[in-house]
């Protein structure tokens, strides 16, 4: 019966002619979806090769420019400013004159003590007579041996007033000398605290702060743990140094020259200080800075670039471009990363291609095709 039916529909025109192409179109669909997918393209990626360096051992740190040394600059006796010979702001150079205090007072004592030792000078010439006079009489037996005592003592009483006379005479040269104040270093002038007409005192406020420059410290302070390191590598030689000013990949180069004698207990840091040349005057004082401290130089060792290492759950890893044009997704230990490029320990050798740029759609045994570096 069922034979019969099929035999009736086929026969019908309109089941042939709407069914029948139907069928067809899903026979001819499932044919065409039973085909392989095309192959995928090549991925496009940038390399670089990895090289072999030598590189150096470094120790890291955020240091502060400090001035070689700091002047505060005080009058040594009391009087009012009548000149200032710099500016604000001002290099000078050890011995430039800073300013000058009214000295009229210093010069008339200083003729006044001058004046008394010419008199006590005349005085004791004429007693240092009088005592070879007395001499000669007492031997004479012309007068007694008392009076020639008194006159001796009249003469040791005048060469102790003399040589007093020497002695204030020195000491109003010197206060005569205080009123001109000359710069004890080269460096650069502060603000002027005190200015001219005012009257200071002896050794009251600072009249400027001169800072000297050049040289110029940088201090700096590294874990304790890497003290041991540090003395060991400069008991062979001078530990250079760097010091980059943000914003400015231009190092300034110095040297490290001291080693604080304790570790900070409360920080578990010790102190460093490296001295710069400083001979452009880009370090300043109160200036954070970048500081590199070289150790060592370590040879043969494969660098890359940064950006061709990847993080990932398991670690850090990288994609090497083998010589079929696929990659294999290789775990690496890294070590330090100098200027844009990380020390490959131990995952890659010299020579090997590795992936720079294009990671994210990459997978282990993906197909690659090279393109230029931008």
């Known amino acids: 019966m069922q ?30 979806s039973s085909k392989s997918p095309p192959p995928k393209r090549p991925v496009p990626v940038t390399v670089a090769a990895a090289i072999q360096k030598t590189i150096p051992i470094q120790i890291e740190a955020i240091g502060a420019v400090e001035p070689y040394q700091t002047i505060s600059v005080k009058t040594q006796i009391t009087g009012q400013i009548t000149q200032v010979y710099f500016k604000e702001g001002q290099d000078v150079k050890k011995g430039d004159p800073l300013f000058k205090l009214d000295c009229r007072t210093y010069e008339e004592t200083l003729k006044q003590a001058e004046a008394n ?10 007693a240092q007579q009088e005592s070879s006079r007395y001499a000669f009489l007492v031997e004479k037996g012309y007068v007694a041996k008392q009076q020639y005592d008194q006159v001796k003592t009249n003469l040791a009483a005048l060469e102790a007033t003399v040589n007093a006379d020497k002695s ?38 600072e009249v400027v702060v001169i800072n000297q420059i050049q040289p110029i410290y940088v201090t700096f302070t590294v874990p304790e743990k890497e003290l041991a390191r540090i003395k060991t590598y400069q008991a062979r030689r001078q530990l250079p140094a760097e010091a980059l000013i943000p914003g400015d990949g231009r190092p300034e180069k110095g040297e490290l020259t001291f080693v604080d004698n304790a570790v900070n207990r409360a920080t578990g840091m010790i102190t460093l200080k490296g001295t710069f040349a400083n001979r452009e005057k880009r370090l300043w004082p109160g200036q ?63 020579g090997e291609k590795l992936v720079t740029d294009g990671h994210l759609r990459l997978v282990p045994g993906a197909k690659v095709s090279i393109k230029e570096s931008p």
């Open 168 to 205: 204030l005479v020195e000491s109003n040269r010197v206060q005569l000398q205080y009123c001109s104040v000359h710069s004890p270093i080269d460096g650069r002038t502060g603000s002027l605290k005190v200015n001219r007409g005012n009257i200071v005192k002896l050794n009251d406020v």
């Open 288 to 350: 954070f800075v970048n500081v590199v401290l070289t150790l060592d130089m370590e040879p043969n060792i494969v660098m890359v670039p940064s950006q061709a290492v990847e993080k990932g759950q398991t670690g850090q890893y990288v994609f090497v471009v083998k010589s079929d044009h696929t990659v294999d997704m290789r775990p690496v230990t890294t070590g330090a990363v100098i200027r844009g490029e990380t020390a490959i320990l131990k995952g890659v050798q010299t």
């Open 117 to 126: 030792l010419i008199r006590d000078k005349a005085h004791l010439q004429h």
């Open 3 to 32: 034979r019969g039916i099929m035999n009736l529909l086929f026969r019908n025109p309109v089941f042939r002619g709407l069914i029948l192409p139907v069928a067809l179109l899903f026979f001819l669909f499932a044919c065409s």
